[in-house]
C-alpha cells in the first residue's frame, strides 16, 4: 500500500521560513517524478515545484528563488524549503509522485499560513 505523509506545515510570518517533509512508504521517491502542489479553497491546486528521477528540479514563477525542492533517497523523503514566505503562498501543500503528466500518488496535505 503506498502511502505519502506531509509534515511540517503551520503559522509563518511574512519573510520567514519553513520546511516541508513528505514520506513515502510502498513506493520509492527516486523511480518517479516527484512534486509539491499546493491548494486554496475555491481554486485548482498548483504545481510549486518537481523534481525528476536523476534530480533535475523546476519550479512555478510564484516558487523560482524562494523554494527549493529536494530529496533524500537513503530516507525515500521529499522536502520543499520555503524562505521568503509571502502571505500568497497561504495554502494547503500537498506532495505527490508519478510522471510529469499524471501524478499517481498523493499525500493528505499541510496546511501552510503566512501571517503579514
Known amino acids: 500500500q503506498v502511502q505519502l505523509v506531509e509534515s511540517g506545515g503551520g503559522l509563518v510570518q511574512a519573510g520567514g521560513s519553513l520546511k516541508l517533509s513528505c514520506a513515502a512508504s510502498?513506493?520509492?521517491?527516486?523511480?518517479?517524478?516527484s512534486a509539491w502542489y499546493r491548494q486554496v479553497p475555491g481554486k485548482e491546486r498548483e504545481l510549486v515545484a518537481t523534481?525528476?528521477?536523476?534530480?533535475?528540479?523546476n519550479y512555478a514563477d510564484s516558487a523560482k528563488g524562494r523554494f527549493t525542492i529536494s530529496r533524500d533517497d537513503e530516507s525515500n523523503a521529499l522536502y520543499l524549503q520555503m524562505t521568503g514566505v509571502k502571505p500568497e503562498d497561504t495554502a494547503v501543500y500537498f506532495c505527490?509522485?508519478?510522471?510529469?503528466?499524471?501524478?499517481?500518488?498523493w499525500g493528505q496535505g499541510t496546511q501552510v499560513t503566512v501571517s503579514s
Open positions: 510502498g513506493i520509492p521517491f527516486a523511480a518517479y517524478v
Open positions: 505527490a509522485a508519478g510522471t510529469y503528466t499524471k501524478m499517481e500518488y
Open positions: 523534481i525528476a528521477t536523476m534530480g533535475n528540479t
